[in-house]
T-cell receptor, first 115, second 114 residues
Framework: GAVVSQHPSWVICKSGTSVKIECRSLDFQATTMFWYRQFPKQSLMLMATSNEGSKATYEQGVEKDKFLINHASLTLSTLTVTSAHPEDSSFYIC???????????FGDGTRLSIL | GEDVEQSLFLSVREGDSSVINCTYTDSSSTYLYWYKQEPGAGLQLLTYIFSNMDMKQDQRLTVLLNKKDKHLSLRIADTQTGDSAIYFCAESMGLGGGGNKLTFGTGTQLKVEL
């Protein structure tokens, strides 16, 4: 069964709206979660590393005030796209690292469309 | 920085073998992965290989690693229409925990024709 649950799977909203995406680890506690962004027909680009109980680590070029990450518990990380605009439309995918000897598991992704 | 390259497109006939290639630049890569992505879906881990291995086989999938040339390949035997998808190779310094980031390749679109 699924190891990582990502919600919602699809969001359509108006420009200026803030959108929250949840990533849940179902079977284990995860101190680290990753958020990726994928544009159509392109590869995944790491946006940030979400660390439980501390600030997220953002990749170069990713606006931390635009993409707010909260990892308040060992099973939940959230990504909030603040004041979203059409250029924020993309496919957002989270992944969870179970342990040092297991590969990452990915959520099913969230398709965000900003009108 | 790290760079992972793949050919963009591969077309094969059903029943034939598919070989998807990947080259990477980071010699410190410890783990190399193959993921499958179907339209509108997330990523499914197919297999991964530790850098001290040359080959790994799992049912219809065979992974070959040439560490000297930094070349990774995925062979799918008896390719089926359900194998049509985008395949990403990826590399990391470590596995899932400890904040080990994945660097993904550009993806190869596999099309299986009848």
């Amino acid at each position: 069964g699924a190891v990582v649950s990502q919600h919602p799977s699809w969001v359509i909203c108006k420009s200026g709206t803030s959108v929250k995406i949840e990533c849940r680890s179902l079977d284990f506690q995860a101190t680290t979660m990753f958020w990726y962004r994928q544009f159509p027909k392109q590869s995944l680009m790491l946006m940030a590393t979400s660390n439980e109980g501390s600030k997220a680590t953002y990749e170069q070029g990713v606006e931390k005030d635009k993409f707010l990450i909260n990892h308040a518990s060992l099973t939940l990380s959230t990504l909030t796209v603040t004041s979203a605009h059409p250029e924020d439309s993309s496919f957002y995918i989270c992944s969870v690292g179970q342990s040092s000897n297991q590969p990452q598991h990915f959520g099913d992704g969230t398709r965000l469309s900003i009108l | 920085g790290e760079d992972v390259e793949q050919s963009l497109f591969l077309s094969v006939r059903e029943g034939d073998s598919s070989v998807i290639n990947c080259t990477y630049t980071d010699s410190s890569s410890t783990y190399l992965y193959w993921y499958k992505q179907e339209p509108g879906a997330g990523l499914q881990l197919l297999t991964y290989i530790f850098s001290n291995m040359d080959m790994k086989q799992d049912q219809r999938l065979t992974v070959l690693l040439n560490k000297k040339d930094k070349h990774l390949s995925l062979r799918i035997a008896d390719t089926q229409t359900g194998d049509s998808a985008i395949y990403f190779c990826a590399e990391s310094m470590g596995l899932g925990g400890g904040g080990n980031k994945l660097t993904f390749g550009t993806g190869t679109q596999l099309k299986v024709e009848l």
